[in-house]
């Protein structure tokens, strides 16, 4: 790969080779290029060209055709055979076209704000509909506990076991299929159910928080939470340590009032919402995470399913979630247009239906009222609750505290909290990040009113402790991390560990991109020593609002030399829209003006320094 490399630089040799510094033992500084200083002042220009409007099942369909299989129902030559995605059933007011020879008639819309904030263009269905969704299969179903008739009494086993004489053999097996009719003993209020186990063979880890605070000021567009989780007692089994880089899995249960809000609509009982019951599935993983796909019987409760195993926010509705609605639905013109978006003649609505905000489960049930499918059913359709992954914030080596007379060791994370609309409240919380905001309140709130001994936690697991971040850091060779927001906090613990190095703090550099830094720089003054020397922050907000894309090029002689470098390394964190494509858009043009590389070379270039390790790019 290296040899790649070098014969892609040697045909442009004359100004590939990165200059070393005039002084060895001072490299490059964070300093503003003079050529570009004033040209990436202004913020990065959109093109004029508008891209072509594209309906989902376009995306779709490219994306996976799996995937618009499970969500439409049809096979993409179906779905294709009838939409292009091109919008040529729509006229050039957005209305939708009337197909000759079709009947249609006018239906009563649903006279309640769920429904209207679905924003769905309907105003007439065709009286016949064509290619309407088969109910699903149901694989999943509820059944209350009783005793199977092959476990005798406890009268009658006393009998029989003073007839045959083998009584050790008979009491294991009658406790078994007992035990199998019980709940464990297991506080699922702090942590999922066992099954649900989304890092097999091992379990999730109720971890205690040890602080709490707001990294965010006043004002900040974006709410960031810092979190010091205790792992003193965290299994160790495993055979896998923490490590500088790596991320911890996080099971983050569903908002306690949306659970109970389902379970109200749903018209589950309330006696029957924490009573056990058998559930049985007949095939797939679900409820586990990452489990064999296979059916399971297995005892738990109508609230810790929707708690913990299925994601009731996070998806735009599927057909198969719609068509069960339909075929529950009471009133007739609920059901009318319920069974349009799920035919033939709707897919357009349900295309533009499903590329509009994220639809919670309970909206659509207050949207259709005499809607009111059995739980069982729904939770055949619904997408599972995936766990959510971050990156550590600190050295976890060296993190330790002393306390209760005894050491602690701490692991340090940080969390952006993630907004979508809503129709009621107009945002609510995504389904991690409102959890930790949550708990982060919790624990606020009980350390102002002077509790000691504070007791909330986090459902956890050592989750990607081998992810590009942690594999590719090592212990020597110059470093630029660069990153905006919440992408920064793992290079916190990079800084934090190289530091502690000798002769090591000319070789890390940080470039920190952030709307405000009064209001909105992470972890300011908490990476060590030498700070100054190899952080630089970038706001988009104030002052020349530059982007820490344009800082990229800006820094041209610095990313050239350290990329050139031997054991020379760039790091690239945060979200991929905006500042991922912008980093990698900006690294690409330092490539062509210091390596006087053609673009395709310039691209091609990055790209063999990724496979080589060099280059690692975290996004999402």
Partial sequence: MAAQVDRLMAQHSANSIPEEPQLPSIAPSLTYSESSEHSESEEPRQSDEQPRRRRASTVLIVRSPADIQRI????????????????????????????QGIEYERVNLPDNDAYRALGLKIEEVPTVLNNILDLPE??????????????????????????????????????????????????????????????????????????ARELTGQGAEK????????????????????????????????????????????????????????????????????GEDQARELVTTRRDLLTWCSDIQSYPPTKQLLRILAESATNEDERK????????????????????????????????????????????????????????????????????????????IAVTVHTAS?????????????????????????QERGEKDIEVYIPMFKGLMANPLAKQFVADGPMLLIGAGVGIAPFRGFVQRRLKTANCANKVWVLQGCRDSLVDELYSGEWGVHEDEVKRVVESRRGQGRYVQEEVKAQAD???????????????????????????????????????????????????????????????
């Fill in 223 to 290: 709410r960031t939470f810092h979190f010091d989780i205790d792992v003193t007692n965290y299994p160790e089994d495993e055979g896998v340590d923490f490590k500088v880089g790596g991320a911890i899995g996080v099971s983050a249960p569903n908002d306690e009032s949306m659970v109970e809000e389902l379970l109200e609509l749903l018209l589950v009982p309330r006696f029957l919402r924490d009573k056990p019951v058998l559930l049985r599935t007949t095939k797939g993983r679900w409820p586990t995470v990452w």
């Fill in 72 to 99: 439409t129902g049809e096979t993409t030559t179906q779905l294709v055979q009838r939409c292009c995605g091109g919008g040529c059933c729509l006229t050039s007011d957005g209305k939708r076209v009337k197909k």
């Fill in 422 to 446: 809503d129709w009621r409240t107009g945002s609510r919380n995504g389904v991690g990040s409102g959890f930790f905001q949550r708990q982060a309140l919790k624990y606020i709130e009980a």
């Fill in 138 to 211: 149901q694989t999943a179903f509820l059944q209350p506990l009783r005793r199977p008739s092959n476990v005798p009494s406890p009268t009658e086993s006393t009998a029989a076991l003073n007839m045959d004489g083998n009584t050790a053999s008979a009491t294991t097996d009658i406790e078994k299929s007992i035990q199998k009719l019980a709940l464990e003993d297991l506080d699922t209020k702090i942590q999922p159910p066992s099954f649900v186990q989304p890092h097999p063979p091992h379990h999730v880890f109720p971890a205690r928080i040890h602080t």
């Fill in 337 to 412: 247009v319920l069974f349009f978006l799920c035919s033939a003649e709707g897919q357009g609505v349900f295309c533009d239906f499903r590329t509009g905000p994220h639809i919670t489960v309970a909206q659509l049930l207050h949207a259709f009222p005499s809607a009111r499918p059995p739980l069982d059913l729904l939770l055949s359709v619904l997408q599972p609750l995936m766990p959510r992954f971050y990156s550590l914030s600190n050295d976890p080596h060296e993190s330790f505290l002393r306390r209760d007379g005894k050491q602690h060791r701490l692991i340090e």
């Fill in 558 to 620: 610095l990313v050239w030399y350290i990329i050139n470098s031997v054991d020379g390394r760039v790091f690239v964190c945060g979200s991929s829209k905006g500042m991922g494509e912008g980093v990698e858009e900006a690294l690409i043009e330092v490539a062509m003006e210091k390596g006087n590389l053609q673009r395709d070379e310039a691209k091609q270039f990055w790209e063999l320094k990724g496979e080589v390790g060099q280059y690692i790019a975290e996004t999402w």
